[in-house]
């Protein structure tokens, strides 16, 4: 069932769907280093909750001003001085939220500059595809603050560096930038312009793939990634059955079997 995403109900996100059917979503609260208060997460649970069925064919998540997020609203966390049940719930809030991004079936492509750090790492790792540039930098800062992460971080950043890398990070404050935060998986894309611009290009071309295509791919690869391999072979060829004799690729079909379909080539 068909749903509407009306901009004007967010208020610490600015929301600006685009004509082909690209949606920028930027983190507005630049005051504060764009961190996570509990209403910007509950806001980011609403909009990645309606973006599948809303006809977004893409996101650009960016960040308004130097940085893309600092993480956890520390000054929020120490006036509220919750209980430990309320900070789980709040914790589990993050993992909604960042769950819907990961698995909702829309390609998501972070835009980050200046401070990837703590909660905004891992909300950059919940996306699909990471661009950084020269000035994004990562860590996780939560060992020295006396905290631990509690939005993911121990499932998806360590899946991108590796534990001891993740560990290390958190023991020390490791930072990483440049191209070394991308060989070890931080980000896919660095550029010496504009991460914005770079993320919305490729956003653009992802969002001229078939729904279908773009919802198996980021949705079923992080499903699949969670089962036995026997269990992800069965659910890839399922996959597949569904994907592969959509009506709707039957133009593409054709035009790759008569040869007029773009071929893949090598950059230059």
């Known amino acids: 069932m068909a749903v509407t995403i009306n901009p004007a109900d967010f208020t610490n996100l600015a929301i600006d769907p685009q004509d082909d059917g690209v949606w920028i979503v930027t983190l ?6 764009n961190a996570l208060d509990i209403d910007t997460i509950e806001e980011l649970v609403t909009f990645f909750s309606a973006a599948p069925r809303a006809g977004v064919r893409a996101v650009v998540l960016a960040g308004a001003g130097d940085h893309f997020c600092a993480g956890l609203d ?18 589990l809030r993050w993992h909604e939220a960042f769950n819907k991004m990961e698995y909702g079936g829309v ?46 971080a121990t499932i998806r950043v360590t899946d991108l560096v590796g534990k001891s890398r993740m560990i ?43 729904p279908l295509s773009n ?6 690869v992080s499903h699949m990634q969670n089962m036995s391999a026997m269990d992800a072979a069965y659910a890839e060829a399922v996959v597949a059955g569904v994907v592969n004799t959509q009506p709707d690729a039957r133009a593409r079909l054709a035009a790759f079997a008569d040869k007029s379909a773009a071929r893949v080539r090598p950059n230059e």
């Open 28 to 33: 507005n609260r630049p005051t504060k280093r």
């Open 74 to 91: 520390l000054i929020e966390h120490h006036d509220e001085d919750r209980s430990p049940a309320d900070f789980m719930h709040v914790c």
């Open 107 to 152: 390609p998501v492509i972070a835009a980050l500059q200046g401070a990837v750090v703590g909660g905004g790492l891992e909300l950059a790792s919940s996306a699909h595809i990471r661009v950084m540039d020269q000035t994004a930098y990562f860590a996780l800062p939560e060992g020295q603050r006396g905290l631990f992460t509690g939005g993911g």
């Open 168 to 210: 290390d990070m958190m023991l020390t404050g490791r930072v990483y930038q440049g191209q070394e935060a991308v060989d070890l998986g931080l980000a896919q894309y660095i550029t010496d312009g504009s991460s914005y611009d770079m993320a919305l290009d490729v956003a653009r071309k992802a969002a001229q793939n078939l």
């Open 215 to 220: 919802f198996a791919i980021c949705s079923a």
